[in-house]
């Protein structure tokens, strides 16, 4: 895939968007949750991917309580994930992206044993910036990313910090749930999270570059 293509990236080539929760202990810890003993994955919606640029204008259903910012490595599977493959031989590119979760509505669907697809899979709520070629695993784990919310750096994070590494993550996706080519993988966020409100401005940072930036907006 060609620099062009990766900035004109079109979501509506994504197949299946998996997510993995609590793969971080610090932010684990500070929403009160367990350490889990094995991958907890999640979906969103192929339709809950969009692609911000430089400022894009991101409409969110900020009415619904808190909408809390989560930034992810996000991996782009470019094949067939077959037993034994590695992440360096899986993974095309990445990029980074923000898994946006209605707190509020969480909150209430975990107290009554819900599915968390009403906080997770709303429209927008896994936006991603350009992918940038895959570095391999031992690269990619010394690359600092963070979010930073109008100009104060509020989430920093690397894979190295991850409860689990990129290459268990795609053994474990694709063992029990499959991974093909198109498939996204959100491989979990560092802590850090907290609430969005109108008009806040969000720049997904790799090391120094901002790969992306969005304003955020309420949803019509």
């Known amino acids: 895939m060609n620099a062009d293509l990766k900035v004109n990236f079109d979501p509506s080539a994504v197949r299946n968007v998996y997510c993995i929760g609590r793969n971080y202990r610090l932010h684990a810890a500070e929403l009160g949750n367990d350490v889990p003993t094995q991958p907890m994955v999640f979906l969103k919606p192929s339709h809950a991917v969009s692609l911000i640029a430089d400022g894009t204008q991101l409409p969110l259903p900020l009415h619904t309580g808190a909408v ?10 470019g094949r067939k994930v077959t037993p034994g493959m590695t992440a360096d031989e ?3 590119d990445y990029a980074l992206g923000i898994d ?21 899979g709303v429209l927008n709520s896994a936006p991603i910036t350009r992918f940038v070629p895959f570095p391999g695993t031992a690269e990619l784990e ?5 979010l ?7 989430q920093i994070g690397s894979a190295e910090e991850m409860i689990f590494s990129l290459n268990t993550l795609i053994s474990y996706v694709a063992q029990h ?5 198109g498939d996204l993988l959100f491989t979990g966020t560092p802590a850090g999270v907290g609430p ?23 949803q019509g």
């Open 90 to 92: 899986a993974v095309d």
């Open 196 to 218: 969005v409100q109108a008009r806040d401005r969000l720049a997904l940072c790799l090391r120094e570059e901002v790969l992306g930036s969005c304003i955020i907006t309420e």
């Open 100 to 120: 946006f979760t209605l707190r509020d509505v969480q909150d209430v669907l975990k107290q009554k044993g819900h599915p968390w697809l009403a906080a997770k």
């Open 142 to 146: 010394r690359i600092p990313f963070s």
């Open 177 to 181: 749930y499959g991974l093909g080519e």
């Open 68 to 77: 809390h910012h989560e930034i992810e490595l996000v991996l782009r599977i």
């Open 148 to 154: 930073v919310k109008n100009d104060e750096t509020v």
